[in-house]
């Protein structure tokens, strides 16, 4: 069968068509943390004299990553609030109290991002939400690829690694917790840490 120029335009249409579709349903690789190479780290100012160092011991999440591309997306890390810890007890029982992470009623602080700009060879803007205390709030953490590799440690498996340091900063008066920030004991600015390993999936 001899194809007219009209049913070339449309064969290549179509294929052109198929084609798109094919690479808008590809999905790039999923990434999960790596619980046991977590660290999410946090600082507040206390009354002007030195910062509160303090961690959350527990968290998850996941993203996807397209390496080839340097696409990234899906963005979700949970922190679960009742993990807090400062090393000194009673001023964790303080922070897990009402008047601030009050953990019985909101046992998760969420993180999630649609997607991520690059703004430079492994730097990246990742601008999200932030849930806190049932609000949810604008919040941009700056991340640096530092590595991809198959794991070097034996008795691994042999996964595929990505490392990440990320930073992020948050008004906690943003979400309601406003103890002692009138007065100054407490600073209202809380400046995140995050270094992980994540495994692709």
Do not use: C
Request: net charge positive; charged share 20%; glycine share 10%.
């Amino acid at each position: 069968m001899t194809l007219t120029p009209l049913h070339r335009r449309a064969w290549m249409l179509a294929a052109s068509l198929l084609f798109l579709t094919g690479g808008a349903a590809a999905q790039a690789p999923r990434y999960v943390l790596d619980a046991e190479h977590l660290s999410i780290g946090f600082m507040v100012d206390h009354i002007g004299y030195a910062k509160v160092l303090g961690m959350f011991l527990e968290g998850k999440g996941s993203y996807r990553f397209d390496e080839a591309t340097g696409t990234l997306s899906d963005v979700r890390i949970e922190v679960a609030t009742n993990s807090v810890f400062t090393n000194h007890r009673a001023r964790d029982n303080h922070l897990k109290g009402a008047q601030f992470l009050n953990v019985k009623e909101f046992p998760a602080m969420v993180f999630t991002a649609d997607s991520a700009k690059r703004v430079g060879d492994r730097q990246y803007e990742i601008t999200g939400q932030l849930e806190l205390l049932g609000q949810r709030q604008p919040l941009t953490l700056r991340a640096t690829w530092n590595k991809s590799n198959t794991y070097e440690i034996p008795g691994q498996g042999r996964p595929y690694v990505m490392g990440v340091s990320a930073r992020g900063s948050f008004k906690r008066s943003a979400y309601g917790m406003n103890y002692a920030v009138a007065n100054g004991w407490v600073g209202d600015e809380v400046e995140l840490i995050l270094e992980f390993e994540a495994r692709r999936q």
